[in-house]
C-alpha cells in the first residue's frame, strides 16, 4: 500500500473533513506537504496547520512565523470567511468538537464547500465527531510502514549512528537485522525508526541481544489498554516437570508456526485448549509452548477488558486481539477462558458479543498467534468455541503419575539449591500420590520453614511431615475430579 497515493485519493474525493487518528504527525504532514507540491502544477491550493499552541500556520510556502487564531472558535470564524480555498490541518481539535458553536462553525464550512474548497483536516491521536457532522466526514488510517520502508528507516538509524559518532560502524549481524525488521511491523514510523536508533545506539550494533527490549517496548507501547501481560523469556519453562506427550506435538508444529521454509507446505497451527485439575501445570503448559517456539507470550486477563459502559467491552478485546495481531509471531494466553465467555450473570448480551468477537477473529486471523485456552471446567463453554476446528487439539491436564512427582520434586529442590542426593525422592513421591504440581510444590516450601525454625537442614523427614498434614484437592474435591477424568477419557489428549 502507497500511503501517499492513498491520502491523495482521499483528498481528491472532496469531502469536506478528512478525519486522521494518528499520533504520527510529522509523518502525514510531510505527506500532506509532498500532495501540494505535486497539485501545484495544476490547481494550486495552500496549506495551513493549527494548534491551540501557535495557531495558524502556513506549511507549504516559507514565511515569516505569523501565528494567528489560537483560539479555537476565532479560526474557524476565520476559515468561514476566507473566500479562496485552501487545505487546514487542525491538530488536537478533537477536544472542541463539544462546543456547539465550534460544531455550527464546521457545519458551515461544509455547507460552502461546494462553492469554495475549504478542506478540513482534524487529526488527533482520537476524534469522536458530533452527528450532525457525520455526513461530511470521511476517515482515512494512514498504513503502517512496510518492510522495505522499515529497512529504509533502520538504515536511516545506522547511518545517523556513524554521523555522531565518526569513525566508528555499526555492527551488524544479518539475522538479527532481519529479526529486528519484522519485529518492528505494526509500528508507526516514528515509533519504529525510535526503537531502531534506540537498538542501534545503545551498544553500536545490531545483535540478538537488541530484540527482547525491542520487543518488550513495541508491547508497551501497543498495550495502553492494559488487558495484557507480556512475558519475553519462556525458555526456561521448557523444562518442567511432565508434559511430554504435549511437548512432543508442540515441538513437532513448531516449523509450521516459524514459518521455516521446509514446512511451507504445512497449514501454521491454531491453538490448544488445556483442560484440567487445578494446579496440575496448565499455566506452565503456557509458558512451556512459547518457550518451545521460542517467541513471546502474551496473556490476555478478561477481568480487565470487561466495562460497564455499552461496546467498551468488545473495543478493549479488539484492541488486544489486534495488538497479539501485531506481535506476532507469539503465544496468546486466555487463562480461565470460561470465566470470560461462558456467562457473567447479567452481562449475558455483553458475553455473547464478546464470544462473538473472538470467534469471528479465531477464523478470520492471518498473523502467527497461537492460541493456549486453560480452563478448569469445559461443561460451562459454549459448544460453538470447543466444536472441531477452532482448536487444533483438546489436552486434558492430569495428577501427575509417580515418576513425573519425582521429576517435580526434584526440580523444585534444585530451584531452591537443595541437594538431591540428601533426600529420598522415591519415597517422597510415592507418598505425594493425588498431590498435583503447585502442593509438591508447596510442600517443599513449607517444609523449608519448618527445618528452618527447628534450625536443622532440610531433609526427608521434613517433606514427609507435611505430606502427612496436607489433604490434596484429590481428595477434597474428589468426586468432582473423578467426574472431570472420566469426561476426558477418550475425549481429550493426555499431556502425558
Not at 7 to 13: A, D, P
Not at 147 to 158: F, G, N, P, S
Not at 273 to 286: E, P
Not at 298 to 318: N, P, Q
Amino acid at each position: 500500500m502507497d500511503a501517499n497515493h492513498d491520502l491523495e485519493l482521499i483528498l481528491r474525493s472532496r469531502t469536506p473533513i478528512v478525519i486522521i487518528e494518528s499520533q504520527d504527525e510529522a509523518r502525514i504532514l510531510e505527506l500532506l506537504q509532498g500532495i501540494t507540491l505535486r497539485r501545484a502544477t495544476k490547481s494550486y491550493i495552500p496549506l495551513f496547520r493549527w494548534t491551540i499552541t501557535d495557531g495558524l500556520q502556513r506549511l507549504d510556502i516559507a514565511l515569516e512565523p505569523q501565528a494567528i487564531n489560537s483560539n479555537p472558535t476565532d479560526v474557524l470564524k476565520h476559515i468561514r470567511a476566507v473566500s479562496k480555498p485552501g487545505m487546514y490541518v487542525l491538530l488536537d481539535f478533537h477536544p472542541f468538537l463539544d462546543d456547539p458553536i465550534n460544531v455550527r462553525l464546521l457545519k458551515d464550512i461544509c455547507i460552502q464547500f461546494r462553492d469554495i474548497e475549504r478542506q478540513m483536516i482534524l487529526m488527533s491521536h482520537k476524534v469522536t465527531i458530533p452527528s450532525e457532522l457525520e455526513s461530511f466526514c470521511v476517515r482515512f488510517d494512514i498504513a503502517l510502514p512496510t518492510e522495505q520502508e522499515r529497512v529504509r528507516i533502520v538504515q536511516k538509524a545506522v547511518d545517523a549512528y556513524s554521523s555522531d559518532n565518526p569513525g566508528s560502524r555499526v555492527q551488524i549481524d544479518p539475522k538479527a537485522h532481519h529479526l529486528l525488521i519484522k519485529n518492528l511491523a505494526g509500528l508507526s514510523n516514528a515509533d519504529t525508526a525510535r526503537l531502531a536508533r534506540n537498538a542501534i545506539y545503545v551498544d553500536g550494533a545490531i545483535s540478538k541481544s537488541d530484540l527482547p527490549n525491542v520487543m518488550q517496548a513495541k508491547y508497551e507501547l501497543l498495550n495502553r489498554g492494559g488487558a495484557l501481560q507480556f512475558e519475553h523469556d519462556t525458555a526456561t519453562f521448557v523444562d518442567v516437570g511432565g508434559l511430554s506427550r504435549l511437548k512432543a506435538w508442540l515441538s513437532q508444529r513448531r516449523p509450521a508456526f516459524r514459518g521455516d521454509e521446509s514446512a511451507s507446505h504445512l497449514d501454521p497451527p491454531k491453538g490448544i485448549l488445556l483442560l484440567g485439575i487445578q494446579g496440575c501445570g496448565k499455566s506452565l503448559a503456557a509458558k512451556a509452548t512459547a518457550g518451545i517456539f521460542g517467541v513471546p507470550l502474551l496473556r490476555l486477563d478478561f477481568g480487565a477488558i470487561y466495562d460497564k459502559y455499552h461496546g467498551e467491552t468488545e473495543r478493549k478485546l479488539r484492541e488486544s486481539l489486534n495488538t497479539a495481531d501485531v506481535m506476532s509471531p507469539c503465544v496468546l494466553w486466555i487463562d480461565e477462558i470460561e470465566k470470560g465467555i461462558a456467562g457473567r450473570g447479567g452481562e449475558t448480551g455483553t458475553t455473547q458479543r464478546v464470544l462473538g468477537t473472538f470467534l469471528t477473529w479465531m477464523a478470520e486471523k492471518k498473523s502467527h498467534v497461537f492460541i493456549v485456552a486453560t480452563a478448569n471446567d469445559i461443561s460451562t463453554l459454549p459448544p460453538e468455541l470447543v466444536r472441531k476446528g477452532r482448536f487444533d487439539e483438546i489436552f486434558f491436564v492430569d495428577l501427575p503419575t509417580l515418576e513425573i512427582r519425582a521429576s517435580i520434586l526434584a526440580i523444585h529442590l534444585s530451584n531452591r539449591h537443595q541437594p538431591l542426593g540428601n533426600f529420598d525422592i522415591p519415597r517422597l513421591a510415592a507418598a505425594m500420590e493425588g498431590f498435583s504440581g503447585a502442593e509438591i510444590e508447596q510442600a517443599v516450601v513449607s517444609a523449608l520453614y519448618a527445618a528452618h525454625a527447628n534450625r536443622k537442614p532440610l531433609d526427608t523427614e521434613f517433606i514427609r511431615a507435611e505430606i502427612q498434614q496436607t489433604r490434596p484437592l484429590s481428595v477434597v474435591l474428589s468426586e468432582k475430579i473423578s467426574q472431570m477424568r472420566t469426561w476426558a477419557a477418550g475425549r481429550t489428549v493426555s499431556c502425558d
